[in-house]
């Protein structure tokens, strides 16, 4: 993937907030990746609900596998980038702040693609099993795996001191069930039926237009992903421009106002200056900024 | 429903979804943009 720069300032005095729109990938690549990700989708939809063919026992309902596979996917990877970005925080040598703000929009998309998953596991089970929800392992865990992220975004919310920290933790913790929702058709009896492409025994064989889409679904997704991806992680950026830019004129307006306590005032301009520059951290080996 | 009533509200319930989140993402940062654009920043409420 290729990764922006901070654009180069051409004066002593640039303002910060002329760097804050940073994303994770090129203008240029995202936009094209943007037209490529429209594109897939169109063609995956033709694909999905025109050009496979039925399945020989569920008929049309299978379609909503081409949808439902690769949600649950993207929902695995959202939340292991998440897990991954923030042990990358945790970690002293390569803590920055760039780290902790993928990790909040993947952790996002990740919510996202869990409830779509879930969502449309109930539509495809209601025609095939006759019912909206059953107290499964599978479709339990992927529940408590979509409170999990929704608590850890309500978390990362909440201002102050060690917000990083106590996220990146509780990132971690709640990757934990990210596994046990995989391997819970192994490990219970489940409605949801067991893992079929890799099964080795048994071997299943979908037929030649329903595997591609399957495939072709899961680089749609994958391709969707990374574009919003890279649209949360550069709003994340301004916001946090916005953040610094408020709390920058709060201060400014309280030594105005109280030159008397303008020490008060300047020591803790200062200590908010030192927590920033403590989560700003330049990784050793560099990391996106 | 049909099996292919399904089939479409699965799939028009995705698209409203991400093109829904594409579209906040957008605006949000829209108005994030003009925030740090205008030359008199806002102060925070006391």
Redesign the interface.
Known sequence: MPLTTPPPTTSTDARP?AD??TGLLRPRVAMVLGVATLAALTAL?IL??AVAPPDAV????Q??MY??VP?AWLAYLAFAVTAGASALWLWSRTRAATWDRLAGASAELGV?FT??TL??GS??G??VWGVWWAWDARLVTTAVLFFLYVGYLALRRIPGPGRERRSAIAALIAFVDVPVVHFSVEWWRTLHQQGTVFNEELSAEIEGTMAFTLWFAVLAFTL?YVY?LD??Y??GA??E??ER??????IA?RLAEAPGRAVEAAARAAETARRRAEADVEPVGGAPR | ????G??L???V??GV??SG??LR??Q??RR??R???DPA????AP
């Open positions: 907030e804050a729109e939809a999905g609900l569920q008929g049309d309902a379609r909503l949808l439902h949600a996202l409830a779509l969502v449309l539509l495809w209601r025609p969707l919003l649209r949360r550069r709003l301004l916001e421009g916005m830019r408020e709390l920058d004129a709060a307006e | 429903m049909t099996d292919a399904f089939v509200v699965g799939w319930l995705t979804a991400v989140y594409r993402i957008g949000r940062s994030a943009r925030s740090l654009a920043p806002p102060t925070r």
